[in-house]
């Protein structure tokens, strides 16, 4: 029977239409196509070389803590823009859960309705929480705080034919792009890179020498 239901689940997706494929993974199709453009034209038109990023164990901690009290600061920032005008019908609406699991009668139907408005409600809140962070996050990378830059060789940025350069321009708009996705994460996220660096270092170090 389970061999049965599998054999049909094949054969239904070798039917579905190729429209209904590409609506059901349309992000990775986008993504797929913006990255084969973006091969063709590096490799076309760009062939930039590398800009040789340095990282030294001893001195991540300490050029990434300034990106870290920065997003300290976004996700602190946050909280103080949205809470005053979202905190108040957010507890309006406990209050109504709270009231209706107070009720002696049978209430399922009321409670799960009035959990999926205070669940809706707590959504639409981190989806405005997050709008603002990512906005905090690029002008506070575009200002300045950004991750990538303190790695890469100070001689080659002394260089005033590469700072004036297309491949440096462009090597600045990826850096402020992930530096203030990283400062949208929060300063936990930043803490979680340190940790995966300081892990993969302490696991080379580890290795027997060949």
């Known amino acids: 029977m389970h061999g049965g239901n599998m054999g049909d689940h094949r054969e239904d997706v070798a039917t579905m239409p190729l429209t209904s494929i590409i609506k059901k993974n349309w992000p990775l199709f986008v993504s797929g196509a913006l990255a084969l453009v973006g091969v063709i034209v590096f490799r076309a038109r760009l062939n930039w070389g590398t800009l040789g990023l340095t990282v030294r164990l001893q ?8 990106l870290a009290f920065a997003a300290a600061v976004i996700e602190r920032a946050v909280e103080i823009l949205v809470s005053p005008w979202r905190d108040a019908e957010a507890s309006k609406l406990e209050r109504v859960v709270a009231a209706i ?6 209430t399922a139907a009321d409670l799960k309705a009035a959990s999926d408005a ?15 962070s990512l ?27 590469f700072s004036q350069s297309p491949q440096y321009l462009f090597f600045l708009c990826v850096d402020v792009a992930l530096s203030a996705a990283l400062l949208a994460g929060g300063a936990d996220g930043i803490h979680s ?12 170090a580890a290795q027997p020498q060949a």
């Open 193 to 204: 890179v340190v940790n995966a660096v300081t892990s993969f270092f302490d696991r080379t």
């Open 59 to 66: 001195d991540l901690s300490g050029l990434l803590a300034p």
């Open 135 to 161: 906005t905090l996050s690029v002008l506070v990378s575009m200002a300045g705080v950004r991750a990538l830059g303190n790695f890469v060789d100070a001689n080659k940025l002394k260089d005033l034919a």
């Open 118 to 132: 205070i669940d809706e409600y707590r959504g639409d809140t981190q989806r405005y929480a997050f709008a603002v």
């Open 101 to 106: 699991k107070a009720r002696p009668a049978d």
